[in-house]
């Protein structure tokens, strides 16, 4: 790929006014209180569903805002006629219909062009019957479809004893949280209030009420599908004999549950589509709009609105930990007096958001455990998760070291005793959970989108050996880093890689784990890191950018397409190949010089593309702060090392 081991020249000075200026911008975006918060933007279903939910509660229209999630709506829609899941990207049945419909229910009419548009464009492709199980779900409510076409989520699940297969607590904690309240409205079965009498029966090539249930998903396999879809036509049966008193008892069980992580504004699970069926099911239970729960989960959904001049969208939640803490870290490797004042201010902004008094759901499998975790949101006592967690303690470890100050010991020592305790036993850790390893449940019927489960994944399992690494631990030394090492090994990819279960995708894998490794001594001539090395340098582009597309998280991946490069990418790349011993490779210099080449008048970096991931195949995220974060930490960290003689990264990421 490249020839020469000369290192080439990046001008210093322009390297130090990059930084300054990216530094300084940063700067700029904090909060008074000295946190960071950037704008966490997911696909159009989100502002959609937002729309048909006022609808389908009957609330008053409010017309600015409707207008604007309008423009949002239509900016969105793909050349295709339909709406991708990324920026540029496919075309998306769900997506498009539910897109469809809240630009119907806004008022656009059906033979405006756009429209007519998005409507041949589902139809060509077989019309809303392929729609996802969600989609289903909200069509049933509004009557468009039958409730035949659904799977039988019967809410005296609620009830099951731990040992049962289709346990709650064997679900992940975004599946658990939806799935709650969407079982009570499945039992009660009830009707939008849709006072402007919107469908879209135009959607079909048939009777939509004459549709049964969803087909096999490409995940799923047919033994267990058939399986599951036998259970589904047995329980469809007996339903409706279910006695009274159990099917009361179950719903009072399923209440008990959100009421007990209802969570005030900020919502059960602190995200979106739980808060949106809890609202719903409080209607259908009678429960008026000034129900106090009711009403603090609705102005929960309203404090996610991102309202500008001219478009608005909603938010699948709020991202501020996450964004403190890798702000911290960039402003940390950017050094400097303004610069480390500001990562202290947001460093003690994090201190009281560990989460220390409550045992959440993750207690069911670690009941001895003492909570020590950070949510992902202002506030999500239940659900803390293991990439903030260890990210965090390692930006308080870095402030505690340049500043000598022990204000962060306490925090730092819980933090790592929870991930410490959250290892599951194949040498992994996971996002929330421990063992959530029930793999057989992705092909029930209502796990079309196949991100039912939490089980342990690279990235995350890189981030938490980097942790404990950088606390001081080695794969020789550590049995726990040594598990986890050996978890990484397994992983790799035939090619070099490592999957990125939360960002997108491979390079962000490849990027977590480098540095875990590194963390932990192994040697940067183990064959697994030269393979990963030599892997990350055959992908980047001609301009010296890294880049890479939602299309790699394909169930047939077959090895890396051509992407755009973008400037988290490109950043994640260097940072790991400076964690594998590469400082001096020409391909990081000439990353540097894209990343210096790319940068704004304002200092930061523009970036339109999706470059993290809710749920692979199903649900992207762009988060605005990642270009403005990690190419400064990846520009900071090279100056850094090229005013050293070890060149060698000394800490976890």
């Known amino acids: 790929m490249h020839s020469g081991t000369k290192i080439a020249k990046i001008d210093t000075g322009a390297l130090e006014a990059s930084i300054a200026s990216a530094a300084g911008a940063l700067r700029s975006c904090q909060q008074p209180d000295g946190h960071w918060v950037f704008e966490l933007e997911a696909d159009c279903t ?10 389908y509660l009957g609330e008053p229209v409010d017309a600015e805002l409707e207008k604007k999630i309008g423009r949002y709506l239509r900016r969105t829609q793909g050349t295709h006629g339909g709406w991708p899941l990324v920026q540029d990207g496919d075309f998306e049945m769900s997506a498009s219909v539910k897109s469809y419909f809240a630009l119907k229910m806004i008022g656009d009419a059906v033979d405006a062009p756009h429209m007519a548009r998005a409507r041949e464009a589902i139809r060509s492709r077989g019309g809303a019957i392929h729609s996802n199980v969600f989609t289903r779900f909200m069509l049933a409510m509004f009557g468009v479809m039958s409730w035949r076409s659904v799977p039988v989520l019967p809410v005296e699940i609620m009830l099951l004893p731990m040992w049962a297969p289709l346990h709650l607590n064997k679900m992940s904690y975004w599946a658990r949280t939806t799935i709650v309240p969407l079982m009570v409205l499945a039992a009660l079965k009830p009707r939008a209030k849709n006072p402007l009498g919107v469908g879209v029966d135009e959607l079909f090539l048939q009777d939509p009420h004459s549709i049964g249930m969803t087909a096999k998903a490409p995940h799923q396999s047919w033994s267990w599908f058939l399986l599951f879809r036998g259970l589904d036509s047995v329980l469809r049966v ?6 009274k008193t159990l099917r009361t008892k179950a719903i009072d069980a399923a209440i008990a549950f959100i009421e007990e992580r209802l969570n005030g504004e900020d919502g059960m699970g602190a995200i979106y589509p739980p808060m949106a069926n809890i609202v719903m099911m409080y209607d259908a239970l009678g429960k008026p709009a000034d129900y106090p729960p009711r009403a603090a989960t609705r102005r929960g959904l309203d404090k996610l609105l991102v309202i500008g001049e ?4 909603c938010q699948p939640c709020v991202s501020p930990v996450w964004d403190t803490t890798l702000a911290c870290h960039a402003m940390i490797e950017a050094g400097g007096a303004e610069a480390m004042s500001s990562a202290k201010q947001g460093s003690d902004w994090l201190i009281p958001k560990q989460v220390l008094d409550v045992k959440g759901d993750w207690a069911v499998k670690r009941p001895e455990l003492r909570p020590g975790g950070w949510a992902f949101q202002y506030n999500n006592p239940h659900y803390p998760d293991l990439d903030d967690t260890a990210v965090v303690v390692m930006s308080m470890d870095r402030m505690r070291r340049e500043t000598g100050s022990s204000d962060y010991d306490a925090a730092i020592a819980r933090g790592r005793e929870w991930i410490e305790g959250m290892q599951s036993r194949n040498g992994g850790w996971a ?7 029930e793999f057989y449940l992705n092909n029930i ?15 995350v399992t890189g981030r938490c050996i980097s942790m404990l690494a950088q606390l001081g631990e080695t794969a020789q030394g550590n049995p726990q ?8 090994r397994r992983t790799q990819l035939a090619e070099g890689s490592w999957y990125g279960r939360w960002g997108m995708n491979y390079i962000y894998g490849t990027w977590s784990v480098l540095c875990a490794l590194n963390a932990a001594g192994v040697s940067h001539q183990d064959p697994m890191i030269r393979k990963a090395t030599d892997w990350l340098l055959s992908i980047q582009n001609e301009d010296g950018g890294w880049g890479e597309d939602a299309v790699t998280y394909r169930l047939d991946y077959r090895g890396q397409p051509r992407a755009p490069s973008t400037a988290s990418q490109t950043a994640w790349a260097l940072l790991g190949l400076m964690a594998a011993g590469e400082a001096e490779h020409p391909a990081v210099a000439r990353g540097v010089e894209y990343l ?5 008048e304002k ?4 970036e339109q593309r999706y470059t993290a991931t809710g749920f692979p195949r199903v649900f992207y995220l762009r988060y605005h702060g990642y270009s403005k974060f990690f190419p400064l930490w990846a520009l900071a960290r090279y100056r850094n090392l090229r005013n050293t003689n070890s060149r060698v990264v000394g800490v976890g990421m």
């Open 238 to 243: 007996i339903e409706p004999f279910c006695p």
């Open 310 to 313: 001219e478009e608005a969208y």
């Open 431 to 437: 996002a929330f959970d421990v063992d959530n390893l």
């Open 445 to 459: 019927p209502f796990s079309d989108h196949g991100a039912l489960l939490d089980p342990p994944t690279e990235d």
């Open 603 to 606: 200092g930061l970096w523009d």
């Open 481 to 488: 880093v040594a598990a986890g090492v050996e978890y990484l």
């Open 596 to 600: 210096i080449a790319t940068q704004a």
């Open 46 to 55: 989100i502002p959609a569903e937002y729309v048909l939910l006022r609808h």
